[in-house]
């Protein structure tokens, strides 16, 4: 007896051997189940419109379906015994008999044969390569990422509701005034492990510390326009397009440097007040109303029909910044976007298209850049005419 006779367990019979070819027995069973059967053809099938007896269930779906398109007006989706037409869920007929599946056509509903799947709903959410952080939810907090940053943020009262500061940080003089200063503006220092810090940014470098910045709070447009329209010289900047969220709190910077009295954006295909535009604007954002429209060119016309002048900023623009007599009244100033500039519509709504002389090779300026000279050209003359 092979092994030990006396363990528990043990093995007291041979070895099994090679299994026992079938001999064409089971060759049935290797055949396909053939083409799947439209749905006029199945009698299980609420769409069968064949002669034999329907089971129960079958007669109970076409009798419902029967109710329902009474009662909206229609025709019924299900076959009528003895015609072999064609239903919603089964095959078509076309032509010379040949068989053009519809979507999920006998898959979902009846049998397995054909070998095919049910198709699944169709993928419609954006993937998001790894280690990269999707763009938060509109109206969703944000996490202010860096210690520079950060140390900004808090610096320029930027507000904030938590401040993250991960496990076992190496601790130096920005994360000790980043910890005391949110301290002493009652914002909730929250330790967390590097891991979940990690999890909440999606993988992007963070050096161990996040702002969680709430939502910024906009100004309606109708407000900002009644509002400016009360001053004596009502100054406002709109941007068309700018996507840069630096350039966007640069461009806030200037308006509050030079007073401007709100900016107002586009809701779509635009940067926001992110965190970032929070930084930038280096606390400017806290003190000026700004504000987000449907339609920029409508709002534009919107300011034209206040007694407002439109002016765009455009470098093949047929008036000098210098030469702009309308400064000194109801201005409003429209920047275009970093590549193309101004848009078609809104160029065509301006009543005036305003150029920088620039005496170098250089093409053009950054955006915030044209809106800072722009302004503070604006800015001098006024103070001239007083």
């Known amino acids: 007896m092979p092994g030990n006779s006396q363990r ?36 299980w099938h609420k769409g069968y419109s064949g002669d034999e007896q329907l089971p129960s269930r079958t007669a109970w779906k ?48 009846g049998g397995r044969g054909g070998g095919g799947r049910a198709a699944g709903p169709a993928r419609t959410a954006p993937r998001v390569a790894p280690g990269r952080r999707s763009a938060p939810p509109h109206g969703a907090a944000e996490l202010l990422l860096g210690r520079n940053p ?29 910890a005391r200063t949110a301290g002493d503006r009652g914002i909730p220092v929250l330790e967390v492990s590097r891991a979940e810090l990690d999890r909440m940014t999606g993988g992007v470098l963070h050096q161990g510390v996040g702002l969680q910045v709430p939502p910024f709070a906009y100004e309606p447009f109708d407000d900002l326009l009644a509002a400016a329209s009360e001053a004596v010289a009502p100054l406002l900047v709109a941007l068309d397009g700018v996507t840069d969220p630096r350039n966007l709190g640069a ?29 930038t604007s280096a606390g400017a954002a806290a003190r000026l109303p700004i504000a987000q429209v449907t339609n920029l060119t ?12 439109v002016v765009g900023l455009d470098a093949d623009g047929a008036t000098s910044v210098y030469d ?17 500039g101004l848009s078609r519509l809104v160029g065509s709504t301006c009543d005036l298209r305003v150029s920088i002389p620039m005496t170098a090779t250089v093409e053009s300026l950054n955006a915030s850049v044209a809106a800072a000279v722009t302004l503070a050209e604006v800015a001098r003359r006024r103070a001239g005419s007083v």
């Not at 950060?150 to 920005?174: C, F, N, Q």
């Not at 309308?326 to 920047?335: D, K, Q, T």
């Open 298 to 309: 409508r709002s534009l016309k919107q300011c034209q029909e206040s007694g407002f002048t």
């Open 62 to 109: 076409q009798e419902k379906e029967r109710r329902a398109a009474s009662a909206e007006g229609r025709a019924p989706k299900v076959g009528v015994p003895g015609t072999k037409s064609t239903t919603r869920a089964g095959a078509s007929r076309a032509g010379g008999g040949g068989a053009v599946r519809g979507a999920g056509a006998g898959r979902g509903a």
């Open 150 to 178: 950060v140390l900004e943020a808090l610096r320029t009262h930027v507000p904030a509701t938590a401040l993250y500061v991960a496990l076992g940080v190496d601790i130096d003089d920005r994360v000790t005034e980043i």
């Open 251 to 279: 461009v806030v910077r200037s308006a509050a440097a030079f007073g401007a009295h709100g900016v107002f954006l586009p809701e779509r295909r635009a940067a926001g007040m992110t965190a970032t535009a929070w930084r």
């Open 324 to 340: 702009l007599e309308a400064a000194i009244g109801p201005l409003v100033v429209v920047v275009g976007s970093e590549g193309r």
């Open 8 to 43: 528990r367990g043990r093995r007291t019979t041979a070895k099994k051997g090679a299994s026992a070819g079938t001999g064409g027995k089971n060759r049935e069973r290797l055949k396909g189940r053939g083409k799947t059967l439209p749905a006029d053809e199945r009698p």
